[in-house]
């Protein structure tokens, strides 16, 4: 097949997809016009969680089926005064339906590709082994977050009062920590706490601990990797590339050493980066549900690009120039982690697009956009990977209606402004998602060195400060070569996300983003930007001084990165806690927090 005759077929997959999506999406018409396929989805799921059928709960499953999202669904089991252990049967029970539901369409998806002979046979055996490992990984997830989050997690939490220093100084000094490189206390684990026979903690690698699902995976892996034997990659001739990089998941899964874990994870991500074809499988990557041990979660994904969009963007220059110029504030020393983080950023792959498939915790949730991967040994010799899908993200917004808590919230006015963006102006749209969304992870890049996180992660608090630093990188990149006709969009975009996520504050594995949107309102209400009397008020006179509370913030954080300082003494300043919820430290961004909250609790799933 010609190459030009692969990308024609690529076209035609992504346009599918984009199709089924949209089909999906139309679920959200049972809200206002009727849907009967929707309707009898919702009611299904309902029936299968004993909850009532109402526009409330309705609304809630409709964002767990379609959107994979649990907080609405969270919400409602609160409302429902259910016992702890209730709230979470019934949420294993829509993450199987989720995943029932999901598997179904997969299944319908590849059998299409198939009869239409789409890609070549090589491809089309990757899309078919994916398929088989998701399966597999599907079915392992239940027993990982039971064990982890429902079990070990709360068990932890009960023993230490709550008290997150306390749980990672136990961790640390009883070395239930995985080790990385150089023999140091890695960053994260593929191992999960178990008590022995003197009722003593230990750590279990995966292999181990969930014995019979790895067993299953592998089968499913070994399976993959044999179809491929037969078929050569025709088109991009990565065919022993794609092998190196199943083989390397394989082995890993099956290491049952804790302290080699990392390093093997690590060869999985060095196989992977030699990979940059249009089809990118996603493999356990990221540690945000797990707070203590930072157990990476099973996900498992197939990526596709999205062939329109694959161009160079200006925030990767802008990130650079913009951090070539704020070293100057800081020694020559630090310039050291810098220098690295640049040719991280000038190696870095970028793929738009959007998922095909997903599995596992992904079932739980799909993110807007990724930098991968987290090891920064890899990560210093290879570079990274941005996966932004911004078509998702777009489509998905569009197809939910308007909320009545955004309206109440931030006035009909903004909500008017912002929608007619997504729906009529998407160029502007595009714009705003490139610099917000795709700067985001550009900026996670910025003054991380190889034991970074470890170093400042001793109180637990790493993620909670990292993912401001991410935004507020991509943000600072703008206001050192900024366009004056999106200044005011650039504002609204990062006022509609600081208000919006103070409503996952009980949602604990979006716990950083919730902290993210605590320091973002800090200096909003502290610049005079924005005010609260019963609606949002913006003032954007002031944009100049919120600038400078930025710069003097950001100018803190980088200091606190380049010292490597635990991440509390920065998330300090601008949040509390209290009865294990974060809190904002100065008493008008509490009472707008809790106002906002309590009216979330209240309307958060009615619709306008």
Same mark, same amino acid.
């Given at each position: 097949?010609?190459?030009?005759?692969?990308?024609?077929?690529?076209?035609?997959?992504?346009?599918?997809?984009?199709?089924?999506?949209?089909?999906?999406?139309?679920?959200y018409?049972?809200?206002?016009?009727?849907?009967?396929?929707?309707?009898?989805?919702?009611?299904?799921?309902?029936?299968?969680?004993?909850?009532?059928?109402?526009?409330?709960?309705?609304?809630?499953?409709?964002?767990?089926?379609?959107?994979?999202?649990?907080?609405? *669904?969270?919400q409602? &089991?609160q409302k429902?005064?259910?016992? $702890?252990? +209730? @709230?979470?049967d %019934? #949420?294993?029970?829509?993450?199987?339906?989720?995943?029932?539901?999901?598997?179904?369409?997969?299944?319908?998806?590849?059998k299409?590709?198939?009869?239409?002979?789409?890609?070549?046979?090589?491809?089309?055996?990757?899309?078919?082994?994916?398929?088989?490992?998701?399966?597999?990984?599907?079915?392992?997830?239940?027993?990982?977050?039971?064990?982890?989050?429902?079990?070990?997690?709360?068990?932890?939490?009960?023993?230490?009062?709550?008290?997150?220093?306390?749980?990672?100084?136990?961790?640390?000094?009883?070395?239930?920590?995985?080790?990385?490189?150089?023999?140091?206390?890695?960053d994260?684990?593929?191992?999960?706490?178990?008590?022995?026979?003197?009722?003593?903690?230990?750590?279990?690698?995966?292999?181990?601990?969930?014995?019979s699902?790895?067993?299953?995976?592998?089968?499913a *892996?070994?399976?993959? &990797?044999?179809?491929?034997?037969?078929? $050569?990659? +025709? @088109?991009?001739? %990565? #065919?022993?590339?794609?092998?190196e990089?199943l083989?390397?998941?394989?082995?890993?899964?099956?290491?049952?050493?804790?302290?080699?874990?990392?390093?093997?994870?690590?060869?999985?991500?060095?196989?992977?980066?030699?990979?940059?074809?249009?089809?990118?499988?996603?493999?356990?990557?990221e540690?945000?549900?797990?707070?203590?041990?930072?157990?990476?979660?099973?996900?498992?994904?197939?990526?596709?690009?999205?062939?329109?969009?694959?161009?160079?963007?200006?925030v990767?220059?802008?990130?650079?120039?913009?951090?070539?110029?704020?070293?100057?504030?800081?020694?020559e020393?630090?310039?050291?982690?810098?220098?690295?983080n640049?040719?991280?950023?000038?190696?870095?792959?970028?793929?738009?697009?959007?998922?095909?498939?997903?599995?596992?915790?992904?079932?739980?949730?799909?993110?807007?956009?990724?930098?991968?991967p987290?090891?920064?040994?890899?990560?210093?010799?290879?570079?990274?990977?941005?996966?932004?899908?911004?078509d998702?993200v777009?489509?998905?917004?569009?197809?939910?209606?308007?909320?009545?808590?955004?309206?109440?919230?931030?006035g009909?006015e903004?909500?008017?402004k912002?929608?007619?963006?997504?729906?009529?102006?998407?160029?502007?749209?595009?714009?705003?998602?490139?610099?917000?969304?795709?700067?985001?992870?550009?900026?996670?890049?910025?003054?991380?060195?190889?034991?970074?996180e470890?170093?400042?992660?001793?109180?637990?608090?790493?993620?909670?400060?990292?993912?401001?630093?991410?935004?507020?990188?991509?943000?600072?990149?703008?206001f050192?070569?900024?366009?004056?006709?999106?200044?005011?969009?650039?504002?609204?975009?990062?006022?509609?996300?600081?208000?919006?996520?103070?409503?996952?504050?009980?949602?604990?594995?979006?716990l950083?983003?919730?902290?993210?949107?605590?320091?973002?309102l800090?200096?909003?209400?502290?610049?005079?930007i924005?005010?609260?009397?019963?609606?949002?008020?913006?003032?954007?006179?002031?944009?100049?001084?919120?600038?400078?509370?930025?710069?003097?913030?950001?100018?803190?954080l980088?200091?606190?990165?380049?010292?490597?300082?635990?991440?509390?003494?920065?998330?300090?300043?601008?949040?509390?806690?209290?009865?294990?919820i974060?809190?904002?430290?100065?008493?008008?961004?509490?009472?707008?927090?809790?106002?906002?909250?309590?009216?979330?609790?209240?309307?958060?799933?009615?619709?306008?």
């Amino acid at each position: 097949m010609p190459k030009k005759n692969f990308f024609k077929d690529l076209q035609t997959l992504y346009d599918k997809i984009e199709e089924n999506e949209a089909y999906l999406n139309g679920y959200y018409r049972l809200l206002t016009k009727g849907h009967k396929e929707a309707d009898e989805v919702v009611s299904a799921f309902l029936e299968e969680l004993k909850l009532p059928k109402n526009s409330e709960t309705i609304m809630a499953a409709l964002t767990r089926i379609v959107n994979l999202k649990e907080d609405a *669904l969270e919400q409602i &089991l609160q409302k429902e005064k259910l016992g $702890e252990e +209730e @709230i979470i049967d %019934k #949420k294993e029970a829509a993450y199987l339906f989720v995943s029932r539901f999901h598997l179904k369409r997969h299944h319908e998806f590849i059998k299409w590709i198939e009869q239409n002979a789409l890609l070549t046979p090589f491809y089309r055996k990757i899309i078919k082994g994916v398929h088989k490992v998701g399966e597999a990984v599907s079915g392992w997830q239940s027993s990982w977050t039971s064990h982890v989050i429902h079990g070990i997690n709360r068990e932890l939490f009960r023993l230490f009062n709550g008290d997150e220093e306390k749980i990672h100084e136990m961790l640390f000094e009883k070395n239930l920590l995985d080790l990385g490189h150089n023999k140091k206390t890695g960053d994260r684990c593929y191992s999960v706490l178990h008590k022995n026979e003197k009722g003593e903690y230990e750590s279990v690698p995966y292999a181990k601990a969930f014995e019979s699902e790895v067993k299953e995976t592998v089968e499913a *892996l070994k399976d993959f &990797l044999l179809s491929l034997e037969s078929e $050569e990659d +025709e @088109i991009f001739g %990565k #065919k022993r590339e794609w092998i190196e990089y199943l083989n390397a998941i394989k082995e890993a899964f099956l290491h049952d050493k804790k302290d080699e874990l990392i390093s093997y994870w690590a060869n999985v991500d060095r196989k992977w980066m030699a990979i940059d074809t249009p089809l990118q499988i996603g493999h356990p990557l990221e540690y945000y549900e797990d707070h203590y041990k930072k157990a990476v979660a099973l996900e498992w994904d197939l990526r596709i690009i999205n062939p329109k969009l694959q161009k160079s963007v200006k925030v990767r220059e802008d990130i650079k120039s913009f951090a070539k110029e704020w070293i100057k504030n800081f020694s020559e020393d630090d310039k050291k982690i810098l220098d690295k983080n640049i040719r991280q950023i000038d190696s870095t792959q970028l793929y738009i697009g959007r998922p095909m498939l997903y599995y596992g915790a992904e079932f739980n949730g799909l993110f807007s956009a990724q930098v991968v991967p987290n090891d920064e040994e890899v990560s210093a010799k290879l570079g990274k990977k941005i996966f932004a899908y911004a078509d998702f993200v777009r489509e998905s917004k569009m197809a939910k209606p308007v909320m009545r808590l955004s309206v109440e919230i931030m006035g009909e006015e903004f909500v008017k402004k912002q929608r007619d963006i997504l729906k009529n102006r998407p160029k502007l749209w595009y714009k705003i998602y490139e610099i917000s969304t795709i700067g985001h992870e550009f900026g996670h890049i910025l003054w991380i060195d190889s034991d970074t996180e470890t170093r400042m992660n001793t109180t637990g608090q790493f993620k909670n400060i990292e993912e401001f630093k991410a935004t507020t990188g991509g943000l600072e990149a703008f206001f050192h070569n900024e366009k004056e006709e999106l200044k005011e969009h650039i504002i609204d975009d990062l006022i509609a996300r600081g208000v919006s996520l103070m409503g996952w504050r009980e949602v604990g594995e979006v716990l950083p983003y919730y902290c993210e949107g605590l320091i973002h309102l800090d200096l909003l209400f502290g610049s005079g930007i924005i005010s609260f009397d019963k609606k949002i008020e913006i003032d954007y006179s002031k944009y100049n001084i919120l600038k400078e509370l930025y710069k003097e913030s950001y100018k803190n954080l980088t200091k606190t990165y380049l010292q490597k300082r635990d991440a509390f003494s920065f998330l300090k300043e601008y949040v509390i806690k209290e009865k294990d919820i974060y809190l904002p430290v100065k008493k008008e961004i509490k009472e707008f927090v809790e106002f906002y909250y309590k009216r979330y609790r209240e309307i958060g799933q009615q619709i306008v």
